[in-house]
């Protein structure tokens, strides 16, 4: 059983800067891809950045780009999700997310997601 636990999460102004982190157990981390999703008020759960299980290939939503990096440090199994230049309509509880089958250059952002993490709150007040 994997377990994913997300931190990082908090309140911030608009510009501010936030990293949140994943820690991943009970399975060799570097053998999974892996992805941020969020969860704003409302809204349906989307994609926000994914990363392939070496770190070699990302991807991100459009409206991240720029603003947010994923990495990952397989030797601390855990992957990290710098968010700068942070906007209101980045609120949302945010969640890791582990597949074996992902990778950003072969398959969806949806695809073969095989744990979710419960999530961290991001809120960004203007």
């Known amino acids: 059983q994997v377990q994913l636990v997300e931190s990082g999460g908090g309140l911030v102004q608009a510009g501010d800067s936030l990293r949140l982190s994943c820690a991943v157990s009970?399975?060799?981390?570097?053998?999974?891809?892996m992805r941020w999703f969020r969860q704003a008020p409302g809204k349906e759960r989307e994609f926000v950045a994914g990363?392939?299980?070496?770190?070699?290939?990302?991807d991100y939503t459009n409206s991240v780009k720029g603003r947010f990096t994923i990495s990952r440090d397989n030797a601390k199994n855990t992957v990290y999700l710098q968010m700068n230049s942070l906007k209101p309509e980045d609120t949302a509880v945010y969640y890791c997310?582990?597949?074996?089958?992902?990778?950003?250059?072969?398959?969806?952002?949806?695809?073969?997601?095989?744990?979710w993490g419960k999530g961290t709150l991001v809120t960004v007040s203007s």
């Open positions: 009970g399975r060799p981390f570097s053998s999974y891809g």
């Open positions: 990363i392939s299980f070496n770190g070699y290939n990302t």
């Open positions: 997310a582990a597949g074996r089958a992902y990778d950003p250059n072969r398959v969806g952002r949806n695809y073969g997601i095989d744990y």
